[in-house]
Nanobody, 115 residues
Framework: QVQLVESGGGLVQPGGSLRLSCAAS????????MGWYRQAPRKQRELVAM???????TYVDSVKGRFAISRDNAKNTTYLQMNILKPEDTAVYYC?????????WGQGTQVTVSS
């Protein structure tokens, strides 16, 4: 049984920061890509950032220079540091990981950017 558990969402004012964490647990033999998606109301889910197993990172244009993804392989954990947050970053953020050659998703964590 494999699961991803996210934490770190919440309410923050514009210009503020949040750090999301996602820890994988269970019967893990290998982890490939780890990353974050988000889904705002009435919009499709979009890729925010991805940290590949080859140590390359990918970001959606709207977060470049503000968000930073990292991962700790010893802890099977990925992080998303979000700075200079904007109201348009408001969404449910989902962790993704390729584990044992299968895709897994976290339960989602709400991020709300509002004054």
């Amino acid at each position: 049984q494999v699961q991803l558990v996210e934490s770190g969402g919440g309410l923050v004012q514009p210009g503020g920061s949040l750090r999301l964490s996602c820890a994988a647990s269970g019967s893990i033999l290998s982890i490939g890509d780890m990353g974050w998606y988000r889904q705002a109301p009435r919009k499709q889910r979009e890729l925010v950032a991805m940290f590949s197993s080859g140590f390359t990172t990918t970001y959606v244009d709207s977060v470049k220079g503000r968000f930073a993804i990292s991962r700790d392989n010893a802890k099977n954990t990925t992080y998303l540091q979000m700075n200079i947050l904007k109201p348009e970053d408001t969404a449910v953020y989902y962790c993704y990981a390729g584990i044992n050659s299968r895709p897994y998703w976290g339960q989602g964590t709400q991020v709300t950017v509002s004054s």
